[in-house]
């Protein structure tokens, strides 16, 4: 079954008042939740990830701080807090010797990422090139900014899967017809976190009712 992954997230940026909101939808159904390696200062990350695991949730850290200093410094900061994923980043071949040992499991971006929020550019043949190159290295997934894409994100998604890797897909998933698209395109997991915020699935809802709303179309036949 593909996987929606809750994202404690605004714009690329952990929201100030994520321990909060965790509070707000812990009593939901949603296992995976992740938050991203800017804006929540790491000592607000260690109470906020405590809560998570006590809760049982499998936890997930993205990286979309842009140099490789910062990168580093993130990976080193998900190992300390012990998640369970570490996602996005582009620096594969500094991250890979700070994760050996650990339990992690590593989905890197693939393809070419620029701005904040980050997005995704090149041709459809180069990322999934780059794929397979991450595939060859024997990481266990990717991360793909499919709907941050200026192309065709649903022949984008089509041919990377066909790499044969789990994929996470990440970013501008804001409507029923995109997450349809997830299950009806059998990718692993996908998150979802500004619109879950903006209220786009209940728009009378809560933060609850929106996150249900999503986990029902995904549990649905």
């Not at 979309?64 to 012990?82: H, N, P, Q, T």
């Not at 941050?148 to 649903?154: K, S």
């Not at 933060?207 to 249900?212: K, M, P, Q």
Request: with cysteine; aromatic share 8%; charged share 30%.
């Amino acid at each position: 079954m593909t996987e929606f992954i809750f994202m404690e997230t605004y714009n690329d940026l952990t929201r100030s008042d994520a321990i909060e909101v965790y509070r707000e939808i812990r009593g939901t159904g949603i296992r995976f939740i992740g938050f991203k390696d800017i804006g929540l200062p790491i000592e607000k990350l260690r109470e906020l990830h405590s809560m998570m695991k006590r809760d049982g949730r499998t936890t997930f850290l993205e990286v979309v701080s842009a140099s490789e200093e910062e990168s580093i410094r993130s990976a080193k900061a998900a190992i300390e807090l012990g998640v369970d994923f570490l996602i996005g980043g582009t620096y594969i071949k500094s991250t890979l010797p700070l994760l050996e040992g650990t339990d992690i499991r590593y989905f890197p971006y693939v393809g070419h990422i620029v701005d904040h929020p980050c997005k995704l550019r090149g041709k459809i043949e180069e990322i999934v090139e780059d794929t397979r190159r991450v595939k060859e290295m024997g990481i266990p997934g990717i991360n793909l900014l499919a709907y941050r894409y200026n192309g065709n994100a649903d022949e984008l998604i089509k041919k990377v899967s066909g790499v044969g890797l789990p994929m996470i897909v990440a970013g501008s998933i804001d409507s029923y017809e995109r997450v349809r698209k997830m299950k009806e395109s059998g990718v692993w997991a996908f998150t979802i976190g500004g619109a879950i915020f903006d209220k786009k699935f209940v728009p009378d809802g809560s933060l609850s009712d929106n996150i249900s709303a999503v986990l029902k179309e995904i549990q649905s036949p």
